[in-house]
Nanobody
Framework: QVQLVESGGGLVQAGDSLRLSCTASGRTFSSAAMGWFRQAPGKEREFVAAIGWSGGRTYYADSVKGRFTISIDNAKNTVYLQMNSLKPEDTAVYYC??????????????WGQGTQVTVSS
C-alpha cells in the first residue's frame, strides 16, 4: 500500500497562485502514475490532473488547462500541482492519488488525506 501526504493548501485571493505537494511512501513501485483530484462542498470528487512517474504526457481537466501544471520529482517521490490564476470556483479539498496508469481517472485507487484550498473573490 502506498501512503500519500499532501501539503501546500491555504486561503488565497482570486488571481493568486499556490503550489500543492504530495509525497509518496511505501509501495510506490506499484503505482505508475500520480494524480490530483478535488471535491467542493456538495459536489462529487472530480479529476484535476495526472502524470506518470516517468514524466512525459500529462492530463488535465478542461477547467484547469492553461492555469494548473502537474509535475513530478522522482528523486523525492513527490508530485506537485502548481495552480495559477486561481478562481473562487477552484475552492475545494484537493486530494493526491496514485494508480497504475495516468488515465482514465478511474485508474486511481490510493488517496491522500486531502488539503483545503480556499480562493476568495
Amino acid at each position: 500500500q502506498v501512503q500519500l501526504v499532501e501539503s501546500g493548501g491555504g486561503l488565497v485571493q482570486a488571481g493568486d497562485s499556490l503550489r500543492l505537494s504530495c509525497t509518496a511512501s511505501g509501495r510506490t513501485f506499484s503505482s505508475a502514475a500520480m494524480g490530483w483530484f478535488r471535491q467542493a462542498p456538495g459536489k462529487e470528487r472530480e479529476f484535476v490532473a495526472a502524470i506518470g512517474w516517468s514524466g512525459g504526457r500529462t492530463y488535465y481537466a478542461d477547467s484547469v488547462k492553461g492555469r494548473f501544471t502537474i509535475s513530478i520529482d522522482n528523486a523525492k517521490n513527490t508530485v506537485y500541482l502548481q495552480m495559477n490564476s486561481l478562481k473562487p470556483e477552484d475552492t475545494a479539498v484537493y486530494y493526491c492519488a496514485a494508480g497504475p496508469r495516468p488515465a482514465p481517472p478511474q485508474s486511481f485507487g490510493s488517496w491522500g488525506q486531502g488539503t483545503q484550498v480556499t480562493v476568495s473573490s
